[in-house]
């Protein structure tokens, strides 16, 4: 059974930092892609970014180019990180990582694509 697990999630104030990981188990498959998204209430998810399982490429959604960065750890190659700086009140939502087929996955921004998803972590950002 595939599990995602996010954390890192919390409250911090804008100029500030956070980062979030996510740790996956039970995947059925090795070349994956990995995705973050957040949710707003009532709004539709929004892409982040994304992250293939060999950890050489890296997709970015246009809000968080240039401040967030996603990584996979060198040792535990099914845990992904989310390094968000110069985070600002627009950064609030709830964070989900979400993990695709790498050979299905069409279209790294459309949530579609991806089969699971991890519960999510709140992400709140103080002016």
């Known amino acids: 059974q595939v599990q995602l697990v996010e954390s890192g999630g919390g409250l911090v104030q804008a100029g500030g930092s956070l980062r979030l990981s996510c740790a996956a188990s039970g995947l059925p498959f090795s070349n994956y892609v990995m995705g973050w998204f957040r949710q707003a209430p009532g709004k539709e998810r929004e892409f982040v970014a994304g992250i293939a399982w060999t950890g050489r490429s890296a997709v970015y959604g246009d809000p968080v180019k240039g401040r967030f960065t996603i990584s996979r750890d060198n040792a535990q190659n099914t845990v992904v990180y989310l390094q968000m700086n110069s985070l600002t009140p627009d950064d609030t939502f709830v964070y989900y990582c979400?993990?695709?087929?790498?050979?299905?996955?069409?279209?790294?921004?459309?949530?579609?694509?991806?089969?699971?998803w991890g519960q999510g972590t709140q992400v709140t950002v103080s002016s």
């Open positions: 979400a993990v695709a087929v790498a050979g299905r996955l069409t279209n790294w921004r459309d949530s579609d694509g991806y089969r699971n």
